[in-house]
């Protein structure tokens, strides 16, 4: 007999993010030599997300929809005794204790202690005596039943991707006991049909809630790895989060390797000397995210490719870039550059020539690029004119934070080569008034400009994948050569799994 309503429980499927590998992936002889992006959660975030079992359980039990029970027995001399439980609903449902522990190189624990659950609906039973004697009833009932749960969780990976197995599933009853219209000491023949009913429901429940609880930790692998493959997900531009690895499970920690390929048309991203190595993180914090260089430079190459490194500025916006300063070199530069032409008739088009190089170090993230400027005025009634054209190298420091549900990039030492200049009001450029004005707006307020623009674009996008919805504690942004980490601790959003599991019910 089967529940059609679903079993769910909450804490295995957020760490069923982190895997083990079966023998049906197979990963080159070299560990971690293709990895780009590496997930670790300690043991603290594990017993943190423990804590939403209770909730999720309950919503589990208030959404299932329980099958008819039905039964008959012999007895001598009394014929044949039959009985049918029919609209099961979970009237109150408690849970005293949770507990999980890794068990290294093995699997996640699982205690679930006194599940206490109080079940009603309506009994109808039937008495074929040996004389002809018929007896048919039908009351209403209640079951109270206290049950422990023990689940080991065995991860491995099918098409180098998360799946649970959830099958070494134990169930220990300390009490199911049927009571009849809410009578608490039932005649001797309740009493029989009792005894009768409670044996039957309890097979029924250890076989079936094990098979649902497999079940359900299958749907939570591949809701969790959706809802990852979604975060590193913006249009036509993702990343590969098939396993690189076999993951490893510590004592105190899940660790799980990733590809971190980035994915975008014709775009061939191709990476095996990957410098990850465990020891490069700690046991400290709850949460951590180590991602290679190249993940990164591949991301930021997907996106040259898809034009997305182009930046228009205008009005105000442009009076301040070139209003950085007020003397009368400034003056002077911006009455030659632009003509007397009003900042409103006047736009600045800023965009990367070529794919933007990355280089992760100590200090920050490197980012050397070629870019175009181009400023046009707009006379009334004309073609717009352009005034000023050059290309420049740039190679920028950057400082990242996340505070506040945003994120903060602060820019450090700058340099800047001009490669290409041309301005109609220095057709020789021989005038070192204009490049000099020009050099020192870009550093100290295009870069800036550009950076501010960037961050809004970033966060925004990062939210609308439901970070924002994370209470992240003192996160931190380490970059180190070759690699950066994240680290951070977290309150996780319990109603993430609770609607995924009023979706699927």
């Given amino acids: 007999m089967l529940w059609a309503g679903r079993m769910r429980l909450g804490t295995f499927g957020i760490l069923l993010m982190f895997v083990r590998a079966s023998a049906g992936c197979e990963f080159g002889p070299f560990p971690y030599s293709a990895t780009g992006i590496v997930c670790r959660m300690t043991k603290p975030a594990a017993l943190l997300l423990n804590q939403e079992t209770a909730q999720v359980i309950q919503a589990a039990f208030r959404n299932a929809k329980f099958p008819n029970i039905t039964g008959e027995r012999s007895m001598r001399l009394l014929g044949k005794v039959a009985y049918g ?16 522990e890794l068990k290294e190189d093995d699997a996640i624990h699982i205690a679930i202690k006194n599940v206490t659950a109080f079940f009603k609906g309506t009994l109808t039973y039937g008495y074929a005596g040996a004389w002809f004697l018929k007896l048919f009833h039908s009351v209403d009932f209640e079951i109270q039943s206290s049950i422990d749960l023990q689940l080991n969780i065995k991860l491995m990976c099918q098409k180098y991707q998360v799946a649970a197995d959830a099958s070494d599933c134990y169930l220990t009853f ?6 009849l219209q809410g009578d608490k000491e039932p005649g001797w023949l309740k009493q029989l049909f009792t005894d009768f009913i409670s044996f039957t429901l309890k097979l029924v429940l250890k076989s079936e809630v094990c098979n649902e609880i497999n079940f359900l930790a299958q749907m939570l692998a591949d809701f969790v790895h959706d809802l990852a493959a979604n975060f590193v997900r913006d249009e036509d531009i993702s990343v590969d989060i098939s396993l690189a690895s076999v993951p490893l499970i510590k004592a105190n920690y899940l660790e799980s390797h990733h590809k971190g390929l980035v994915l975008y048309e014709n775009y061939s991203d191709v990476f095996s000397d990957s410098v990850f190595s465990p020891s490069l993180l700690t046991e400290s914090r709850m949460l951590y995210f180590w991602l290679s260089e190249h993940t990164l430079s591949s991301l930021a190459s997907a996106a040259f490719l898809d034009k997305r490194l182009v930046l228009t500025i205008g009005g105000e916006k442009l009076q301040a870039l070139f209003e950085v300063e007020d003397t009368e070199a400034q003056r002077k530069a911006v009455q030659m550059i632009f003509q007397g032409t009003s900042y409103n008739d006047s736009v600045a088009k800023v965009w990367s020539l070529a794919h933007p190089q990355i280089s992760l170090q100590p200090e920050g993230t490197v980012v050397k690029s070629l870019v175009a400027v181009e400023v046009s005025i707009l006379p009334p009634g004309e073609e717009p004119l352009t005034v000023l054209y050059m290309e420049k190298e740039i190679t920028v420091t950057i400082q990242a934070a996340y505070a506040e549900k945003k994120l903060i990039l602060h820019p450090l030492d700058s340099r800047i080569v001009f490669q290409v200049f041309k301005c109609t009001a220095d057709p020789s450029g021989n005038d070192p008034s204009i490049r000099n004005f020009l050099q020192r707006m870009i550093s100290v307020v295009g870069i800036p400009e550009v950076i501010s623009r960037i961050e809004p674009a970033l966060t925004s996008l990062m939210n609308s994948k439901g970070l924002n919805l994370f209470e992240i504690r003192n996160p931190e942004i380490i970059t180190r050569k070759g690699y950066i980490i994240i680290q951070l601790d977290f309150s996780f ?8 599991l009023e979706k699927r019910i």
């Fill in 85 to 100: 439980l029919t609209n099961i609903q979970v009237n109150d449902l408690s849970i005293e204790q949770s507990q999980v």
């Fill in 174 to 179: 300390h009490k199911l006991t049927l009571h």
């Fill in 493 to 500: 959003p319990n109603h993430l799994l609770l609607d995924f």
